[in-house]
Nanobody
Framework: QVQLVESGGGLVQPGGSLRLSCAASRTISSFNAMAWYRQAPGKQRELVARITSGGNTNYDDSMRGRFTISRVNVKNTVYLFMNNLKPEDTAVYYC?????????WGQGTQVTVSS
């Protein structure tokens, strides 16, 4: 069973930055892709950013230019760097790993953007 553990969430003021981390219990190079999703209260879970095993990335249009996803294979960790945070970025952020037709999820980390 794969475990994904997110960390780095918290309370930040508008315009601030956070770095989220997702540590996997097995080598992340074995996954087809890893991604960050988020879910705000009363809303559906949405894709934030995704990175393939080959390093290709894609982002939701509203986050492109502010968020950056990266992976460090030797640490089995994927990061999400978030800059210029806005109140509408407030959500629970989830790490996801794709392996064939199987999808693994972390427990989520809360990000709250508020003054």
């Amino acid at each position: 069973q794969v475990q994904l553990v997110e960390s780095g969430g918290g309370l930040v003021q508008p315009g601030g930055s956070l770095r989220l981390s997702c540590a996997a219990s097995r080598t992340i190079s074995s996954f087809n892709a890893m991604a960050w999703y988020r879910q705000a209260p009363g809303k559906q879970r949405e894709l934030v950013a995704r990175i393939t095993s080959g390093g290709n990335t894609n982002y939701d249009d509203s986050m492109r230019g502010r968020f950056t996803i990266s992976r460090v294979n030797v640490k089995n960790t994927v990061y999400l760097f978030m800059n210029n945070l806005k109140p509408e970025d407030t959500a629970v952020y989830y790490c996801n790993a794709e392996s064939g037709f199987t999808s693994y999820w972390g427990q989520g980390t809360q990000v709250t953007v508020s003054s």
